[in-house]
């Protein structure tokens, strides 16, 4: 699975701002899809993440309210809907793929198998 993400921009606080992650492969379906962020000097964090039929959504309190994860298996894309950003959402965007194993959480890093480039989110205040 290739997975490429974008819409990532420039923005002001209070903004929103929806990302897109595109994955290749026809097995796209069976996967978890997350969604990770990497803030200036400081560890990729998780996001949240979304069940292979997008039945289930799990996130970080940072961002639980504000940010919702969806998903396209037509189209094999995932989204992440940012709103009300705050200048702390500033970071690379990265999505990654997870083949399922029973888990619920999904919420670290070496649970994912596939990784796209990441997209910057620049958030002013």
């Given at each position: 699975?290739?997975?490429?993400?974008?819409?990532?921009?420039?923005?002001?606080?209070?903004?929103?701002?929806?990302?897109?992650?595109?994955?290749?492969?026809?097995?796209?379906?069976?996967?978890v899809m997350g969604w990770f962020r990497q803030a200036p000097g400081k560890e990729r964090?998780?996001?949240?993440?979304?069940?292979?039929?997008?039945?289930?959504?799990?996130?970080?309190?940072?961002?639980?309210?504000?940010?919702?994860?969806?998903?396209?298996?037509?189209?094999?894309?995932?989204?992440?809907?940012?709103?009300?950003?705050?200048?702390?959402?500033?970071?690379?965007?990265?999505?990654?793929?997870?083949?399922?194993?029973?888990?619920?959480?999904y919420r670290t890093m070496s649970k994912y198998n596939y990784w796209g480039q990441g997209?910057?989110?620049?958030?002013?205040?």
């Open positions: 699975v290739q997975l490429q993400a974008s819409g990532g921009g420039l923005v002001q606080a209070g903004d929103s701002l929806r990302l897109s992650c595109a994955a290749s492969g026809r097995t796209f379906s069976s996967y964090e998780f996001v949240g993440r979304i069940s292979w039929n997008g039945g289930g959504t799990y996130y970080a309190d940072s961002v639980q309210g504000r940010f919702a994860i969806s998903r396209d298996n037509v189209k094999n894309t995932v989204y992440l809907q940012m709103n009300t950003l705050k200048p702390e959402d500033t970071g690379v965007y990265y999505c990654a793929a997870a083949r399922p194993d029973g888990s619920t959480l997209t910057l989110v620049t958030v002013s205040s």
